[in-house]
T-cell receptor, first 113, second 110 residues
């Protein structure tokens, strides 16, 4: 139980384009999901908290207009990286809160060329 | 100073040895303490979850929390090559926002 999926697992895009990453809770409903970013050989850094039916809250230093988050249902949150640049290349991981614990997705590797 | 400090290692031990990992933190608001295991290019997997000072045991894993010293530990007994991974400590307050340590890369040699 408590499985979280992400799609796509790996995406390559050209600089200036936008990319959407999906995070789904497969066997439970999640009012709250979180988005993290992980650069090579570094730890996870929280980007934003996604709440179903309301606006996401962003951590300090994260551009909300660049990283658009939509939590339209209790099982789906999306992260859209707008006008992506090479410095946005990273591993993006979501988690879903269930019974007080966070369950992580497998991550999405974004490469911007 | 980072909120959560964790020695990134790497740590290499022979099979069967005890692996000892630890983290220190500075934020007194942290109440929930977790250890995750992460394989390369994968999402973290929850290993242990504690919310009070003391010890918690689960199979070969033991988690210790000392809130007075702001220090947490994870011990892996009878380590196996399959335990080779990066181990991340994480902690949060009531908002569930996780602050992670840098992660310690562990290699168990057969």
């Amino acid at each position: 139980g408590a499985v979280v999926s992400q799609h796509p697992s790996w995406v390559i895009c050209k600089s200036g384009t936008s990319v959407k990453i999906e995070c789904r809770s497969l066997d439970f409903q999640a009012t709250t999901m979180f988005w993290y970013r992980q650069f090579p050989k570094q730890s996870l850094m929280l980007m934003a908290t996604s709440n179903e039916g309301s606006k996401a809250t962003y951590e300090q230093g994260v551009e909300k207009d660049k990283f658009l988050i939509n939590h339209a249902s209790l099982t789906l949150s999306t992260l859209t990286v707008t006008s992506a640049h090479p410095e946005d290349s990273s591993f993006y991981i979501c988690s879903a809160l269930y019974m007080g614990e966070q369950y992580f997705g497998p991550g999405t590797r974004l490469t911007v060329t | 100073q980072k909120e959560v400090e964790q020695d990134p290692g790497p740590l290499s031990v022979p099979e069967g040895a005890i692996v000892s990992l630890n983290c220190t933190y500075s934020n007194s608001a942290f109440q929930y303490f977790m250890w995750y295991r992460q394989y390369s290019r994968k999402g973290p997997e929850l290993l242990m979850y504690t919310y009070s000072s003391g010890n918690k045991e689960d199979g070969r894993f033991t988690a210790q929390v000392d809130k007075s010293s702001k220090y947490i530990s994870l011990f892996i007994r009878d380590s196996q090559p399959s335990d080779s991974a990066t181990y991340l400590c994480a902690m949060s307050g009531n908002d569930y926002k996780l602050s992670f340590g840098a992660g310690t890369t562990v290699t168990v040699r057969a």
